[in-house]
């Protein structure tokens, strides 16, 4: 493997590759039959109590719009959802006196209909019920294949209404699955659901991440039997090699501005950090020590995070443009896996507890101590959301790898639960779908 800082899960996921079998590339994205069950744990503090009516005709489609835009508006712990099982369009004005009598403080209502060219009119509008009027609401016309996008969108909208702060709901997940003695790395929507194929091979591979325009994944495939960095542009599914150095080539990260990346080179010797241009080109080392640096990760004004064993025991640092690192974690003898809020203000990483790995997050602007925000005990690969209010992650639950989210206050979580694999590495993508 890459270095000996890489947590037991990890190195257990990467034990016991299949040989059989070669590697598909796809030219672009395609359909994988992979399908998520989403299970909400949880209550926030105070969430907003909101109900999504039945939209007129979308039971005719393949689609439920208005259950998909509920479960998106519960995942994020900001709402409530209150059950409408009547149908109502946007072209009805619903008895707003009635939903206010059941506690309700926004509806949302809408239709889908086929057009002549094959495609679907979705509307929706939203209603403020306490104070009995309409905020808004918007018509698009999609494929079907895009149904699923334009209820995220729907819940998109809700979400920035309602709370003044933009949603994630039709932004990307990438993630890889282990089954039948293979690894798939897929993009799904944020829910997990409508995953598609990027790269399937009888080898490992690990670390995704999106690049800063979400038209690209880099990450190290295994697939010459040695950790080579790729990048693949996500529509296309060309892709390049970006370091295939003597030695180990692990952990990319894209810089902010997404012309370099940071990478884990062992081609020196120990395991440091370089900074590679997006073709993989004038590798420049950035740290230089005896210890093991790793897993680094750009914070949004360009400066490096990274894990090193060089005060004894994995830690996470910060380094500047003009170099000397900083240490940044003291609670505990392993801390690893940064992660870092769009707005730069959280850190998000995997701390040991006895014999327990726990998702934390520390407030970088305003200190104090770090907040473990989960009870399972093996966790890594964590990933914020581009709007920094949700983080994603791998856990082990009843025997299974699966994929969860959680609020920055640990109150809601959501399991995404595969039908039909084990699941690690996740990555939230950015805003630009």
Known sequence: MTDRLLQPARRAWCRGAAAAGGLAL??????????FK?????????????????????????????????????????????????????????????????????????????LSDGRFDVRFKLWDVVKGSEIGGQASAVVAADLRLAAHRIADYVYEKLTGEKGVFATRMAYVTRGGGRYTLRVADADGEAAQVALNSPEPIISPAWSPDGRELAYVSFESQKAVVYAQEVLSGRRRVLA???????????????LQLAVTLSRDG???IFAIGRNGDNARRLTSSPAIDTEPVYGPDGRLYFVSDRGGSPQI?????????????????????????????????????????????????????????????????????????????????????????????????????????????????????
Request: net charge neutral; proline share 6%.
């Open 38 to 114: 989403v299970e909400i744990s949880g209550v926030g503090a105070t969430q907003l109590p909101v109900a999504v009516a039945k939209f007129r005709d979308e039971d005719k489609t393949n689609q439920v719009l208005s259950a998909i835009v509920r479960a998106d508006l519960e995942r994020s712990g900001v709402f409530r959802g209150v059950d409408a099982p009547q149908v109502i369009d946007e072209a009805t004005v619903p008895a707003l006196p009635e939903w206010r009598a059941r506690a309700v403080d926004a509806l949302v209502t809408g239709s889908v209909s086929r």
């Open 270 to 272: 120990g395991s440091q």
């Open 244 to 258: 295939n150095f003597r030695g180990s080539n692990s952990a990319p990260a894209w810089a902010p501005d997404g």
């Open 26 to 35: 796809l030219g672009g994205l395609a359909p994988a039959r992979a399908q």
């Open 317 to 433: 640092y910060r380094m500047g443009a003009g170099g000397g690192a900083e240490r940044l974690t003291f609670a505990g003898g392993y801390n690893v896996s940064p992660t870092i809020s769009a707005d730069g203000r959280y850190m998000a990483y995997v701390s040991q507890q006895g014999n327990a790995f726990r998702l934390h997050l520390m407030d970088l602007i305003a200190g104090g101590a770090p907040r473990p925000l989960t009870d399972t005990t093996d966790d890594e690969s964590p990933s914020f959301a581009p709007n920094g209010k949700l983080l994603v992650y791998a856990s082990r639950v009843q025997g299974r790898d699966v994929l969860m989210t959680t609020t920055l206050d640990g109150k809601i979580k959501a399991r995404l639960l595969s039908s039909a694999a084990d699941v690690r590495e996740p990555a939230w993508g950015p805003y630009g779908r």
